[in-house]
């Protein structure tokens, strides 16, 4: 089994930053992907940032040049860096771990921006 645990969502003001955390432990052998997703209210859950076997990194269109996703190989974290927060990035953001066939999901850490 595998576990995640996020740490660093809450409330910010437009224009500032956060950084979220999510370490992956358990049964980790190989991961091929770790990164983030959202879910905003009454939408559905999008993708935010992922890394691909350590490497290729993809963006949503809306975060491309305000966030960065990075890992740690050797805590098996993943972080999401996110600057000029916008009012529209409110949401609950996801961890999102594939290792091998399967996937695991964090239970969420919210992220409010205010205007």
């Known amino acids: 089994q595998v576990q995640l645990v996020e740490s660093g969502g809450g409330l910010v003001q437009a224009g500032g930053s956060l950084r979220l955390s999510c370490a992956a432990s358990?049964?980790?052998?190989?991961?091929?992907?770790m990164g983030w997703y959202r879910q905003a209210p009454e939408k559905q859950r999008e993708l935010v940032a992922l890394?691909?076997?350590?490497?290729?990194?993809n963006y949503a269109d809306s975060v491309e040049s305000r966030f960065t996703v990075s890992r740690d190989s050797s805590r098996n974290t993943v972080y999401l860096q996110m600057n000029d927060l916008k009012p529209e990035d409110t949401a609950v953001y996801y961890c999102?771990?594939?290792?091998?066939?399967?996937?695991?999901w964090g239970k969420g850490t919210l992220v409010t921006v205010s205007s």
């Open positions: 890394i691909i076997s350590g490497v290729s990194t």
């Open positions: 358990g049964s980790i052998f190989s991961i091929r992907a």
């Open positions: 999102y771990v594939q290792i091998a066939s399967m996937t695991y």
